[in-house]
């Protein structure tokens, strides 16, 4: 039998929630074949199977948080196949699941977390949703007294088909607050990305319930309503919406989503707690935790002529042959890690021991989701072209949006890149992502006058200029090796122009 294990998505995560096994009990998982999605304070992730064969218990439920390298699952392969079919062993598991569910006392542990049991394979078949064959009884009502009453109640608002999707991707949080009011997915029209459900489609849902009116994109009835509705009359503003009302082309390294959303307040209502979510709460912790780091910052002005020039005669038929645009941030990208060559104190994480220098840059970007900010990781930038670059930017952003990031586009980064600059700032003070020891972020390009020298004398002209700011962990590196490998950056960027290779 192989064990399959909770993985680690990045150095400081030390745990992981299930978010949807994507193969049930008898099924044939093919190796690296993804078998589930795993949720973590940053993102969600699929988990490709280790090994092939067929997936014979498992071991955790849809919305249960374990820690790192818990057993969540067991497969077995062809040459553990013994006499007993597969098929036979699993109508066993959940019959005897059925029956321990029936006779076994209720769980003390709290809601969303695996109960431990000395049997933990038949009790979390019996309780987890992706065994279909266990009667109703066996599985375990998950919220307070009452909630299948008022579950009977919102289903007999509405006969008529669902207007939700069962298997909506939702975080742990808004997975509990459903079974709190004892309501199921296809009850609920999410609004998010990707048909997402949020804490906010539940509330609305809710109070739609309550009033007998619209709120929100729920009906009565349980039905969307046309035009987006919301409580004040006005625009649907859900995450879909601002999506869809922002167009033109995507940053390569953000979101075309805007960054907040408003927020509509209840009648009456002065103030308004906006709770944290899962991902929230990972940023505030990793964030508390980075600026115990002594930052230092090193900032520069860019002349960013050549590169405009050089990206507006190459971007229509990069378009055309490619089938993407050709973004800044892969030339920022490629400048950078050509001076991290150099400047290799740069190029490292810290440690209580002292500076842990990498031989192999591998550099994170990050990019704008719905809920906060993640950065997954460019592996051997340095062994890559500018067009590599930005087919490997574009392809890892478009899945972190897509919630479909694998597992190893997380953990190892050795220096980070932050394309701040589009929403058009000027000068950010970016927060290291630690444990590296660098980050450096490209600002908006913005026509400047500066003053040129040439053989005639000094003379005023227009130029698109981008600063550029650095932060350093101030424990590793100095503000003047900083600034040596700022230049550097600098010195690239100003010098590309019809010879800079893009293949």
Known sequence: MAK????????????????????????????????LEVITDKVNAEVPSPVEGILSAILVEEGATVPNNSEIAVIE?????????????????????????????????????????????????????????????????FGPAGSDERAERAAAVDDGPPPGDPDARMTPAVRRLLREHGLTAAMIVGTGGGGRITRDDVSNYVETQRTNSPVGGQN???????????????????PRAVAQTTTGPAPATKSTSSPSRPISFPAGADELLLPMTQMRKGIAAQMTRALAIPHAYVQMEVDAGNLVHLRESLKRDYQ????????????????????????????????????????????????????????????DADQLSIHGLNQAIADVAG?????????????????TIDNTGWLGSNLTMPIINSPEVGILTMEAITKRPVVLETAAGD????????????????????????????????TWLEGVGPDTAIY
């Open 399 to 415: 899945r972190a949006r897509a919630n479909k990031l694998r597992l190893d586009d997380f953990g190892g980064g050795t220096f």
């Open 459 to 490: 003379v005023l002209a227009i130029r698109p200029v981008m600063n550029m700011v650095l932060g350093l962990d101030h424990r590793a590196n100095d503000g003047a090796g900083g600034a040596a490998l700022l230049r550097d950056i600098k």
């Open 77 to 141: 392969t062809a040459d553990e196949a013994g006499s007993t079919s597969v098929a036979a062993a699993a109508a066993a598991a959940v019959a005897t699941a059925a029956t321990s569910a029936a006779t076994a006392p209720p769980s003390s542990a709290p809601p969303g977390r695996a109960a431990p049991s000395t049997a933990p394979a038949a009790s979390t078949v019996a309780t987890g949703p992706v065994v279909t064959a266990a009667p109703a009884a066996a599985i375990p009502a």
């Open 320 to 379: 055309g042959s490619e089938g993407i645009s050709l973004s800044f941030v892969p030339f920022v990208v490629k400048a950078a890690v050509e001076a991290l060559k150099r400047h290799g104190a740069f190029n490292a994480n810290w440690t209580d021991a002292g500076l842990l220098a990498k031989r192999r840059i591998n550099v994170g970007v990050a990019v704008a989701v719905e809920d906060g900010l993640i950065v997954p990781v460019i592996r």
């Open 4 to 35: 399959v294990t909770m993985p680690q998505l990045g150095e400081s995560v030390a745990e992981g929630t299930i978010g949807k096994w994507l193969k049930k009990v008898g099924d044939h998982v093919a190796k690296y074949e993804p078998l």
């Open 220 to 238: 009565v009835g349980g039905a969307a309503t046309t035009g987006g509705a919301t409580t004040t009359g006005g625009p649907e503003t859900s």
